[in-house]
């Protein structure tokens, strides 16, 4: 597996990049991850999530990123 390069802006990751392959995040209000985007603009995974960040359903048969559900309460 080669490095991953993340993304971001605002100080919220919004992309990656491992061995040349970019991959988009799509994100909701609270920034937690609802689709991955290939650098060709194709809808790759999404994702919906239950209270507490419990992955409900997923979509797509692509790699999950690392960062998927964004839980403020430990901020």
């Keep these: ?3 991953t390069s993340y ?5 919220e990751i919004i992309g990656e990049e491992t061995g040349g392959v970019r991959r988009d995040y799509l994100t909701d209000a ?3 991850v ?3 985007v290939t650098g060709a603009g194709v809808v ?3 994702y919906r999530y239950k ?3 419990e992955k409900l359903a997923k ?3 692509g790699s999950d990123p690392k960062f998927l559900w964004n ?3 430990t901020c």
Excluded: I, Q, R, W
């Design 34 to 36: 609802t689709a991955t």
């Design 59 to 61: 979509t797509g048969a």
């Design 71 to 73: 839980d403020f309460s």
């Design 51 to 53: 209270p507490y960040g």
């Design 30 to 32: 609270l920034g937690s």
């Design 7 to 11: 993304y971001s802006f605002a100080g």
């Design 44 to 46: 790759e995974n999404t």
């Design 1 to 3: 597996m080669g490095v």
